[in-house]
């Protein structure tokens, strides 16, 4: 765990370039706070708030879709013994679910901490992560019963500025 701007750089500066190597992975920093040594992500609603108003005023950035976006996440394993998530959205323009299938993997991750006293104080977790997408039909025929040991419920708003998107979500969840 790093705690100075100056000692962050060189494990950020790494994750960059891991990612210019490896083009399809995912560059993730999630904001939250450590409390006993584990990381436990999430803002206050206020912050999140007023991030969303603050970039719906910007001319630089372009909201992906008006609004919430509402998905389900299931997290198992699979046959192989590999981090799976599958994903169920509602397409209200086709009156259909939609499903997704990927096998994720954390490649690397860093936890930055902020130890200035603060009355909301706020850490992030900068990691590298990877999303197979999996035939989630082929999947499901070859391995039918699944149990999840994690669900999610996820309210989403994406906005991007050139090539990166800044992500707010909701979530409740149980394990």
């Not at 590999?82 to 086709?94: A, E």
């Not at 706020?122 to 499901?140: C, I, N, Y």
């Not at 391995?143 to 999840?148: F, G, K, T």
């Amino acid at each position: 765990m790093k705690s100075h701007v100056s000692d962050c750089v060189p494990q950020v500066e790494r994750l960059v370039h891991l990612l210019r190597e490896n083009q399809d992975w995912e560059l993730e920093a999630r904001f939250g706070r450590i409390e006993r040594g584990r990381f436990l992500p999430g803002v206050r609603r206020q912050t999140m708030d007023r991030l969303i108003k603050m970039m719906q005023s910007s001319s630089y950035f372009t909201e992906e879709e008006k609004g919430w976006t509402e998905m389900h996440d299931f997290f198992y394993r699979d046959e192989r013994g590999r981090n799976v998530r599958t994903r169920v959205l509602f397409d209200p323009n086709r009156m259909t679910t939609v499903l997704q299938t990927a096998v994720t993997e954390k490649m690397e991750s860093y936890l930055l901490s902020h130890n200035t006293p603060s009355p909301h104080p706020m850490d992030v977790r900068v990691g590298l992560k990877t999303e197979t997408p999996v035939d989630s039909a082929s999947s499901f025929r070859s391995h039918p019963s699944v149990s999840p040991h994690h669900v999610r419920i996820k309210q989403h708003r994406r906005f991007r500025y050139e090539g990166w998107a800044f992500d707010f979500s909701i979530t409740w969840s149980g394990s």
